[in-house]
């Protein structure tokens, strides 16, 4: 599966941007879809996952009631919907998909296998 991300941009405190990852290869029936963000100098942490059957969702604590994920099937595309941005949210956003994920591991980094490359987000105060 191949994954791109963008939509990222610099932007001011409580702005909101979207960002967008598209996904091109094979079906995703029993994908998980996942968005990590990476600072400067900091590993790469998780931020929302969304299984693309059911659409249920999984936010880190840092971005709930903030971000939203979603997906539209028919675009194989899935959404990070980010509002009230802070300027800790700035990092390098990557998408990443993988299939068979359970419940336990949908924020671990490295059960994701298939890494789309990073869209830069930068939010200043």
């Known amino acids: 599966v191949q994954l791109q991300a963008f939509g990222g941009g610099a932007v001011q405190a409580g702005g909101s941007l979207r960002l967008s990852c598209a996904a091109s290869?094979?079906?995703?029936?029993?994908?998980?879809v996942a968005w990590f963000l990476q600072a400067p100098g900091k590993e790469r942490e998780f931020v929302a996952a969304i299984r693309w059957s059911g659409g249920s969702t999984f936010y880190a604590d840092s971005v709930k009631g903030r971000f939203t994920i979603s997906r539209e099937k028919d675009k194989k595309t899935v959404y990070l919907q980010m509002n009230s941005l802070k300027p800790e949210d700035t990092a390098v956003y990557y998408c990443?998909?993988?299939?068979?994920?359970?419940?336990?591991?949908?924020?671990?980094?490295?059960?994701?296998?298939?890494w789309g490359q990073g869209t830069l987000v930068t939010v200043s105060s």
């Open positions: 290869g094979r079906t995703f029936s029993n994908y998980a």
């Open positions: 990443a998909a993988q299939s068979g994920i359970i419940v336990s591991q949908v924020s671990r980094r490295d059960a994701y296998h298939n």
